[in-house]
Every structure is written in C-alpha cells, then in structure tokens.
C-alpha cells in the first residue's frame, strides 16, 4: 500500500471526490449510497474502495461506478482505475453489541429549526429481562432524516399537489383515530420529491411526540438479516411493530423471499393495530415485478399517488429556491429571470438536475467573475442537458399507441382475440415492450393479458423476422419509438 505521507495524500484526495460526489448528487442521493464509501488505500495506480454490504456494492457498481472512477482519476493523482469490495468483519474493527432498534423520539422535533436531527432511544424503558433481549438484537437503526426537508420547504406545482396534501393528512395522526389512507403510496421518477415528502411526514409526527422510523429498503433488509443472524427476529418484529409511523422509501429494492415475506407481515401487523404506513417507489406497485404478489396487493390496497414530472412554473419556483439559498453564502450570486426562465426550459428531468444547474451558475460566476448571461448559462449546464435521460417509456404507453395506431383497442390487445387484425398490433407491442422497457418476459406476459413468457419470446422473434424483411414496417416501428420516446 501507500506511506503515510502519501496515504495523508490520497485521504485528502478522497475527500475532494466524496465533496464532489455530494454536489452533484445532492445530500439525499449521497448519503444513502455513498455515506459509508470508504477508500482502503492505494496500490499499483488502483484506488480500492469498499462498502458494508453486498447490497451497495452491487448498487454502486450498476449505477455510479463510473462516475466514481473518473471522479478518483480526476482528483487522485497516478490512480488509473478502481476497485470495489465489501468490507470484512476485520476491516470493520471489533464486533459491536447493538442496542435496540433506535427511532426518532420527539426530542428530534427541535432539530427541525436547526440544529442537526439525530437518531434518539424512543421506546418505553422495557422491564429488566426485555430490555436484556432487546439489546441482543443486532439493530435496526433508522436512517438519517435531513432537517431541511419539511412541508415548509416543499414546493408545490400542478405534478405534486395530489401526493403533497396526501402527505400532510397522514401526518396529523391522532390517538384513537383509525388512519384514513393506510398505507400510503407514493411514486414517482428520480428526483421529483418523494423522498422529501417522507421525510416531511416524519418530522411532523415527531414534532407531536409519536414513535416514528424511517428507512430505505437498504436498511430494512440489512437490519432483518442481522437479527436473523443473532437469532433475535422475533425482538426485532416486535420493536418494529411498536411503534406510530413506518416510512418506507425505495421499497423498489427490497430483495430476498424471507425478507420481503417479514415485510408483508409487519406491514398488515401496523396496519391492523391502526399505525400509519408510509411508502415510497420508482413506480406504482404493480409494477414491481420483483417483489411477491402479496406485497404488492397490500401496497396497492392503500392510497396510491403519483407525483409527476416538474411543470415549467415549478421549475423555475425550484431555481429561484435554490438560487436564494446559495446567495445567502455568495452575497454577490444574482440570476436573472431570463436566465431563469433558459435553465427551467432545458433541464425538465428533475429537481437534481436544477440543484446540479445552480452549482454549476455558481461557479461560473464566482470563478470567472463575468456577468451570468444566458450565453454563458447555456455553456455552464451543457453536459446536464447533453445526459438528459430519454423518457421512461411505460407498457401502457405501448398498448395505447400501437392501438390507435392500428385502429383497435387497447381491450383487443389485451385479448384473446386471435384475428390477424389483432396479433399483428399485439406482437409488435410485445416487441416494443422488450426493445423499450427494462421488464423481464414474463412481466410482459403479465402486462399483456396474463400470457406466458414464451408467447412474448416468440412476438419478439416473430416480428425481428419481419423487420428483418420487410423494410415498410420496419420504419412503421421505428416511427413508433420516436413518437413513444419524445
């Protein structure tokens, strides 16, 4: 590995790339991924990196490893490349005995005004042999909540008005009083404020002195295997079904039968006992084929709410926002409304992206000193509308456009008709499906009727044929993509 002068080195370097990390991806993104990324050392022009859980790893690995390997590149001078792995019992120092499962008390409420929230004890002190088999429990510690994510800051638009008021109904609950929307559903793409929402519902149940938890599918499935490992399951059920409200948020990564079986059940467990449930996802629960049906069932017999993409006007509320906020740190930070309203009309992804547009304005015009025109906006946040993602095309989506398209109805579709007028229009949706989407066959199947996998392979083959062959509807289906992706 490296000296210690040199290692003093590569720490400080880190340090540049985790600060980079956590301005681009913003606090929420950061700490759930990257909190507990740490740089071992270096050797031979490799920086090695680890992470607690295979779960990250995997994760980070799919999604973020290149941006981390360019990021290390850039800041870690004659490191080349990277290597991730999941840090042993050894590297993680002595095995701690953990206490029981720690919630956000009331005392938190204050942290809302300002000082840092922190994780608090709240539970009941338990009698003496309790409190012995609780602490064996190998804990679930609720994730962080940021304090600066309340309904006082959310902003509200046409996309998330819906989920908004949803939000705020849950949160006044009230002793005795059966929950009105229970559990509650929230999904939407990255970045459009659902996590912003949980997080608001839990500092508001804590300002009335309820038991409140929050965590990321991370978390549950990391405290549960613990607890399986410390043979202290039932422990942990019963701390996890104690108390007010559970938040749930990116439940689209629960993995594992046994956990997602224990989840079902502590699910119906809260809400028979009259405890508010709050979720969050990518997508609507019947889209989330990796999770068994009986979940989904339970979390798609509560409220379900979309929160949409950002309308134009909320965008510009979210720069205006987020502009004010830097200039309370750079006096001398001024955007004009047209630069504004350029920023607002290129980036339409997500709040993210804007957080990652006004960075970039501020650096611009605290580095070069030039007055922030809209020619030089348009050069600061190229890359962000260069990487815009295209849009999430759904199977529904499909249905609709090759029906119309082909004069049937999405009903035929979805049919067992067998006309020629009707396979035509239902294998190239099928095979739109699988070029467009990242469903498995056997979704697709599902989404189409209840068909079985095979038919789906067999759409998908038939109508690459034809394509193949037959160069009239080959463009016929490529003008089907565009007008799905546009």
Known sequence: MTSGIEADRDDEAWERVRRRLRAELGEDVFSSWFGRLELVGVAEGVGHLSVPTRFLKSWIQSHYMDRVRALVAEECAGVGDISLSVRSAVQRGPVRIPGPIETVSHQGAAAIAGRPVSVEKAMTPAPEQDRHAHHDVDGLQGSPLDRRLTFASFLLGRSNALAHAAAERVSRIDSGAAPLYNPLYIHAAVGLGKTHLLQAVAHEVLAGGKRVIYLTADRFMYGFVAALKAQTALAFKERLRGIDLLVIDDVQFLQGKSIQQEFCHTINALIDAGRQVV?????????????????????????????????????????????????????????????????????????????????????????????????????????????????????????????????????????????????????????????????????????????????????????DGVVAQDPVLREEIELLKRMLQE
């Open 279 to 463: 979720i969050a996802a990518d997508r609507p629960p019947g889209d989330l084929e990796t999770l068994d049906e009986r979940v989904r069932s339970r979390l798609a017999g509560g409220l379900v709410v979309e929160m949409g993409a950002l309308d134009e006007a909320l965008r510009v509320k979210i720069l205006e926002a987020r502009v004010a906020a830097a200039r309370q740190h750079q006096p001398g930070f001024e955007v004009s409304p047209a630069v504004v309203s350029f920023v607002a009309r290129s980036i339409t992804t997500n709040g993210r992206d804007l957080d990652g547009a006004v960075n970039r304005l501020l650096a611009h015009s605290t580095l070069s000193g030039a007055p922030l025109t809209v020619e030089a906006a348009e050069a600061a946040i190229r890359d962000l509308v260069r990487s815009r993602e295209p849009k999430k095309v759904r199977i529904e989506d499909i249905q609709k456009l090759v029906a119309t398209h082909y004069n049937v109805s999405r009903a035929d579709i979805l049919s067992s008709r067998r006309s020629a007028g009707v396979v035509k229009p239902r294998q190239i949706a099928m095979y739109l499906a699988k070029q467009l989407t990242l469903r498995s066959l056997p979704e697709i199947g599902r989404r189409f009727g209840g068909r079985d996998h095979t038919t789906v392979l067999h759409a998908v083959r038939k109508i």
